[in-house]
């Protein structure tokens, strides 16, 4: 009797079979001419459903209507169409179309936008499509703009690195499948001001003034405007990393996706303004329902927003109806919706880890919640008149916090598998962190909408809710970093390792002319250089992430160069306590000498702090040494090149590396009159600023079976010749190149070591000859 009494929600199973149906597209391959079949068949199949009306065979119609949908939808695009004619080759073109996007604007000054283009000329040819485009243009156009750009169009390039976004598939997924890259102002023009869709070029006006009144009076706080204009308007981009990072790390970066939090607060607001206006609840309700969906695009129209839009707009409109609104079926519904909009989104992370989220709080939350309250819950045959004073506060107090807490476990159980599997972040701090963080930043948005409402007719009273907000912001900050400092708080899993048989792993990152290599050896890691500081920050960290490393047990210096150790300050505040191995040979270079004050003042207070020479040795492992075979004690170079530290190591038992960073010819010369025993199965190389390293006695002497190198298209002496690849070839040694392979992957056993390029997934084993 209690199943018969279940309220029907029907969009359940709508929002279900949709689902299905996109799945089953995105595997199943379909001809053409299936596909025409398939969509006759349907119409035929509707056709009947409505005269003989089936609960099952509705649900199948749904999940083939979507399969169909979603087919129609990724098969045969106008961005396909115009990939397939451009083909694979960079083409300089020019293209007109509108600016469908708000452009980031870089610090080096390039716009990043979408274009959809109208028409785009090459070879002398003028053709006309619907695709759209990304754009990187040293300009200031904006939303709705109609720009006509001259520059070179190419494919999109894939990640080089494990960890890195892959911007491709992400762009793919919008039916982006080329960049174009114009390099100077002079190569865009601007044919029309203010185009495009006015609905969503009057949310960008409005986006733009919102935003400038929350600044106003907050001009000496750059890190709280940016904090304000993310957490009210979703403006992430402009937020610094070392702000947003912390709030990923206690899981509560949902605070910057505009979402139910958001929106409700809108709602409630507009909901009072409507009973001041003495509204009836039908037309309030017709006032309320479309602002929501403008604040929606005001915000950008991200995922989350649009799904607490479309929810918030159900549990509004059941006053047309006069029916009881179920939360289920209302998030199902808003599910079903956003589908039909675009079946891609699908498989977008912020629809997934959006319903995710909200899903898991109506399933688990009041169970949860129940749990959490029976613990302490007064007699349920003591009458509640009787409950009072301090017992009455008491309960009320733990009621209100068993709900936050119900709540915030709810939402990281739904959260933990996607964010794991996106992101290899475990966030235990974030139970705790919400329950404190969230009601602060409630008040936070309550004070930004009130100075939004006051800015108008009292810009006075505006900038004092600013400044209140600053307080408020200032505090939820520090709260934030607080609990991402707490040890355990959060910790990165990288993908399980099966089976003992793997002893050792070296992934060498493709940083162009820089470098980083991460050796993990027997539950140890270590870094060899660490990238420039912007290398790190985007690929390096990264990479760690995805790896899983919380703690580095040590890093090495191989000389001064900045492509090399220019993260190196970043790194020391992400993995605090690390034991820094460094070149003590003279240079020129300025990063070197800041770290190195950097470094003597850490180890005056750590002892963390080691310079080694040539006869040095240290260890990776308790098992693994590392001999130091360059430079020698007092050696100076004339550039830093050629004072690299030489490393050479026995990672598993008969494999032995050789690290030679972008040490030269005189280098290897200098190594070969020494007598230093330099075999070793892999070879790893930068570039030497001459362009010379690699010479035929030092090969000869070192007998790699694999050379790993660096190689970059310009400057030319970062560019591996092909003269040096045919004399590399004729020795039988295999050599990547990392401009063809990306980031190589080495794994050592007892017996036997193999290396995988990421990029091409070639793979090269020691016992493959």
């Not at 329902?289 to 403008?294: A, K, Q, V, Y």
């Amino acid at each position: 009797m209690k199943l018969l009494s279940t309220p029907r929600q029907p969009f359940v199973g709508l929002a279900l079979m949709a689902g299905t149906g996109i799945i089953l597209a995105e595997f199943l391959p379909l001809t053409a001419t299936a596909l025409v079949s398939t969509a006759i068949v349907l119409a035929i199949c509707i056709v009947i459903a409505l005269c003989w009306p089936n609960l099952a065979a509705t649900y199948v119609m749904i999940a083939a209507g979507f399969f169909l949908l979603h087919k129609f939808a990724t098969t045969n695009t106008a961005g396909q169409q115009l990939a397939d004619k451009l083909g694979e080759r960079p083409r300089v073109v020019t293209a007109v179309g509108y600016v469908i996007t708000e452009p980031k604007i870089a610090p080096s000054g390039f716009a990043s936008f979408l274009l959809k283009l109208k028409s785009i000329e090459f070879e002398g040819k003028t053709e006309s499509t619907r695709a759209v485009w990304q754009v990187r243009w040293k300009g200031a156009p904006e939303f709705g703009d109609e720009l006509k750009i001259f520059g070179t169009a190419e494919p999109i390039a894939p990640p080089r690195n494990p960890g890195e976004f892959d911007m491709r598939a992400y762009l793919a997924r919008q039916d982006v499948l080329r960049m174009l890259f114009a390099r100077y102002p002079e190569n865009g023009t601007l044919l029309r001001h203010r185009g495009g869709n006015p609905i969503l070029r009057a949310a960008q006006a409005s986006r733009t003034w919102m935003q400038n009144a929350l600044c106003r009076g907050l001009d000496d706080a750059p890190e709280v405007k940016s904090f304000i204009s993310g957490i009210v308007l979703g403006i992430r981009h402009e937020t610094p990393e070392d702000i947003e990072e912390p709030f990923q790390q206690t899981g509560t970066i949902h605070l910057f996706a505009v979402a139910g939090l958001h929106v409700g607060i809108v709602a409630a607001l507009l909901w009072v303004l409507a009973a001041i206006a003495r509204l009836p609840r039908k037309r309030a309700a017709a006032f309320i329902i479309p602002s929501l969906f403008f604040y929606a695009a005001v915000t950008g129209l991200h995922i989350p927003a649009l799904r607490a839009a479309v929810m918030a707009s159900i549990l509004v409109g059941s006053y047309f109806f006069e029916r009881r609104a179920f939360l289920p079926n209302s998030l199902a519904a808003a599910a079903f919706f956003i589908l039909c909009w675009n079946t891609n989104e699908l498989f977008s992370t912020g629809f997934q880890l959006s319903f995710a989220v909200v899903g898991a709080i109506v399933l688990f939350a009041n169970p949860l919640f129940r749990v959490l309250q029976r613990r302490v819950a007064p007699d349920p045959f003591l009458p509640q008149s009787l409950v009072r004073g301090p017992r009455r506060w008491m309960h009320s107090s733990y009621e209100w916090l068993c709900g936050g807490a119900s709540v915030s476990l709810a939402a990281w159980i739904g959260s933990l598998p996607l964010i794991l599997c996106y992101f290899h972040l475990v966030t235990p701090i974030s139970f705790v962190a919400n329950l404190v963080v969230v009601p602060m930043a409630f008040f936070v948005l309550a004070v930004a909408f009130l100075s939004l409402i006051t800015t108008p007719l009292l810009p006075w009273l505006a900038v004092v809710f600013n400044n209140a907000n600053w307080t408020l912001a200032t505090l939820v900050i520090a709260v934030v970093h607080l609990f991402a400092r707490i040890p355990g708080g959060h910790f990165y899993v990288g993908d399980p390792r099966w089976g003992g048989r793997i002893s050792a792993t070296i992934t060498v990152l493709d940083l162009g002319a820089g470098a980083a290599v991460h050796v993990h050896v027997n539950g140890h890691d270590w870094l060899i250089d660490c990238g420039s500081e912007r290398s790190y920050r985007s690929v390096v960290r990264e990479y760690l992430h995805w790896a899983g490393v919380n703690r580095l047990n040590g890093l090495v210096l191989t000389h001064g160069d900045s492509q090399h150790i220019g993260g190196v300050t970043q790194l020391l505040s992400d993995f605090p306590g690390v034991l820094v191995i460094d070149n003590p040979a003279p240079d020129r270079s300025l990063i070197h000498r800041r770290v190195c004050r950097t470094l003597s003042k850490l180890e005056a207070r750590e002892r963390k702090l080691v310079e080694v020479a040539a006869g040095d040795d240290f260890h990776l492992s308790p098992e693994v040494i590392a001999h130091v075979l360059f430079p020698p004690s007092g050696f100076a170079g004339a550039t830093a090149d050629d004072q690299a530290l030489i490393i050479r190591s026995s990672i598993a038992p008969g494999s032995s590396v050789l690290f030679m960073s972008d040490n030269g010819v005189e280098t290897e010369r200098t190594l070969l009159s020494d007598g230093s025993d330099l075999h070793s199965d892999v070879l790893l190389k930068g570039q030497h600023y001459s362009g010379i390293s690699g010479s035929t006695p030092f090969l000869a002497a070192v007998r790699p079976r694999l050379i790993i190198a660096t190689s970059i298209e310009f400057p030319e002496h970062e560019r591996i010749s092909e003269q040096w690849t045919e004399q590399c070839r004729g020795r039988g040694i295999k050599l990547f190149r990392q401009d063809e392979t990306g980031a190589v992957q080495l794994k050592f056993s007892k017996r036997e070591w193999s290396a995988r390029a990421y990029l091409t997934g070639e793979v090269f084993s020691s016992v493959s000859r």
